[in-house]
C-alpha cells in the first residue's frame, strides 16, 4: 500500500526533474550548406535504399523520407534529384576504468578517519562519453550526375538512441534542401 502510494510522487518528480532533459536537442549541431544549381521547391526527390545496408542504414532512411515529408517535399523513386547522406561518429570524453579526478591540488592523506572520502567521486567512475556526429548530405541531378547542393552537419550528443538521431539530424536538413547555410545552428 505504502509504495503504491508514492508511485504518483515518483512519477511527476522523475516527470518535472527531467524536463529539461527534454527540452534539450538531441544533437546540437551546425549546418553548413551549398548550393550549385538551383533546386525547384516542388521538385520531387529520391533517396534510394542503400544495397546491402544494415539496420542503421534503414533507420536513417526512414528517417529522412519522414523529414522530406514533413519539409514538404515530393519523395518518388523516379525523382530528378537524388539524395544521398554518408556520416559517422568518433566517441571523446569516455572515462571508462579509470579515476576521473580533474580537481588540481588534490591531497589525499593516510588515517584512520575516513570521512574525507565522503566526497571523492567513485574510483573508476564513468563519464557520459560524448558522441561526435559528422555528416554530408548531397543532391544529384539524376541526368547528368552532377552534385547541385550539399551541406556539411556536425554536432555532439550523449544519447545512444540511433533512431531518435537520424529522425533529429533529418529534420535539421530537410528544410535546408536547395538553401545555402553558412554554420547555421540546430
Do not use: K
Not at 534510394?48 to 544494415?54: A, I, K, M, N, S
Not at 533507420?59 to 547522406?85: C, F, H, K, M, Q
Not at 566526497?119 to 564513468?126: C, D, H, T
Request: charged share 20%; glycine share 10%.
Amino acid at each position: 500500500m505504502r509504495g503504491t502510494a508514492l508511485r504518483p510522487f515518483l512519477f511527476a518528480a522523475l516527470l518535472f526533474g527531467a524536463t529539461p532533459a527534454f527540452a534539450q536537442s538531441a544533437c546540437p549541431g551546425r549546418i553548413s550548406a551549398n548550393v550549385f544549381a538551383p533546386v525547384p521547391r516542388d521538385a520531387a526527390v529520391a533517396v534510394p535504399e542503400r544495397p546491402g545496408g544494415g539496420p542503421n542504414d534503414r533507420r536513417l532512411r526512414e528517417a529522412v523520407l519522414g523529414a522530406l515529408a514533413t519539409a514538404g517535399r515530393r519523395v518518388d523513386a523516379n525523382a530528378p534529384y537524388i539524395l544521398s547522406w554518408r556520416g559517422g561518429t568518433s566517441i571523446e570524453g569516455d572515462n571508462f576504468g579509470g579515476f576521473n579526478d580533474r580537481s588540481s591540488g588534490r591531497t589525499f592523506r593516510e588515517s584512520d578517519d575516513i570521512s574525507w572520502t565522503q566526497n571523492v567521486p567513485r574510483a573508476g567512475g564513468r563519464n557520459v562519453p560524448t558522441i561526435r556526429v559528422s555528416g554530408t548530405v548531397d543532391l544529384r541531378e539524376r541526368a547528368t550526375q552532377r552534385i547541385v547542393w550539399t551541406a556539411v552537419i556536425t554536432c555532439s550528443s550523449q544519447a545512444r538512441d540511433d533512431a531518435s538521431l537520424f529522425t533529429f539530424l533529418a529534420n535539421a536538413v530537410m528544410p535546408h534542401i536547395g538553401q545555402a547555410a553558412a554554420g547555421r545552428p540546430f
